[in-house]
């Protein structure tokens, strides 16, 4: 079993919806980390929580360390939007990283 | 942005040929790592250094080498390319320990082909 475990694996939506990305992880943490990978594109940060919420722009990320878990919300998508959300979260060496979210916003 | 650069950004190598990939930082944070991207599977790492030349070994290290010798500079190298190791390839930086705290910065990427 992953230790990191995002649902869905794919979603499509039309813009405007509000968006919600899920990551599960089996492992006791302290912070988690939500990423963004444009196609063809490199990976930047998008937050690092270790509880509660944070928001930046219309992008929403919470988590719920007793549950051992984090969702990543997206208001008034726009399909700018379009990517691949990545959930991580630390070990020993370095992270360990989700399958990622493959979310697609149409017109 | 923070300043990492990989190189090359795209490789097309034959079976059995050595490949050296270079990441490069300006920040000079303490920790680099390599880390390897695949259909189905998250980001893997490779290995990752702590320091001039403190480098360990990570998840899916079989096959590679690192080397630091200096703070900025953190290579990769495939002694001896496989089709396997067809990826594509991602440096990342940060200034404390498996970015529990801090910021993790990622490279471009490379991407390697190995015929």
């Known amino acids: 079993k992953n230790e990191v475990e995002q649902s869905p694996q794919n979603l499509t939506a039309q813009e405007g919806e509000f968006i919600t990305i899920n990551c599960s992880y089996s492992?006791?943490?302290?912070?988690l980390h939500w990423l963004q990978q444009h196609p063809g594109g490199g990976i930047v940060s998008l937050f690092m929580l270790s509880s509660g919420k944070k928001k930046h722009g219309r992008l929403i990320a919470t988590i719920n360390i007793q549950e051992k878990h984090s969702s990543l919300h997206i208001t008034a998508s726009h399909p700018r939007d379009s990517a691949v959300y990545i959930c991580a979260v630390p070990r020993a060496d370095g992270l360990t990283f989700g399958k990622g979210t493959h979310l697609i916003i149409q017109p | 942005d923070a300043g990492i650069t990989q190189s090359p950004r795209h490789k097309v190598t034959e079976t059995g040929t050595p490949v050296t990939l270079r990441c490069h930082q300006t920040e000079n944070h303490r920790y680099m790592y390599w880390y390897r991207q695949d259909p189905g599977h998250g980001l893997r790492l490779i290995h990752y250094s702590y320091g001039v030349k403190d480098t360990d070994k990570g998840e899916v290290s079989d096959g590679y080498s690192v080397s630091r010798s200096k703070t900025e500079d953190f290579l990769l190298t495939l002694e001896s390319a496989t089709s396997s190791q067809t990826s594509v390839y991602f440096c990342?930086?940060?200034?404390?320990?498996?970015?529990?705290?801090?910021?993790?910065?990622f490279g471009e990427g490379s991407r390697l082909t190995v015929l």
């Open positions: 492992v006791g943490i302290s912070a």
């Open positions: 990342a930086i940060s200034d404390v320990r498996s970015g529990l705290t801090g910021e993790l910065f």
